[in-house]
């Protein structure tokens, strides 16, 4: 039996987008792909997810207070 990271309350969930998706995030905040915040190949979400380097990957964080919140990260080697 496998465990998953996203079975776990605390671990976001994170999406890989497509390229359509991916084009529409950067026209939407106006930025290159290189302006995006970091995320390494060798994080254990990334890993799961199946991301390569170059990808956009989706984060959406749950919080009593704000709601639902997202975030955009670029996936670089490491």
């Given at each position: 039996?496998?465990f998953s990271?996203?079975?776990?309350?605390?671990?976001?969930?994170?999406?890989?987008?497509?390229?359509?998706?991916?084009?529409?995030?950067?026209?939407?905040?106006?930025?290159?792909?290189?302006?995006l915040p970091k995320i390494?190949?060798?994080?254990?979400?990334?890993?799961?997810?199946?991301?390569?380097?170059?990808?956009?990957?989706?984060?959406?964080?749950?919080?009593?207070?704000?709601?639902?919140?997202?975030?955009?990260?670029?996936?670089?080697?490491?």
């Amino acid at each position: 039996m496998k465990f998953s990271l996203f079975d776990h309350e605390l671990v976001p969930r994170h999406i890989l987008l497509g390229e359509e998706e991916s084009i529409e995030v950067l026209k939407t905040y106006n930025i290159d792909k290189k302006m995006l915040p970091k995320i390494k190949m060798s994080d254990p979400a990334v890993k799961e997810i199946g991301a390569k380097p170059g990808d956009i990957i989706k984060i959406i964080r749950e919080s009593e207070t704000a709601g639902q919140s997202e975030f955009f990260r670029l996936v670089i080697e490491g």
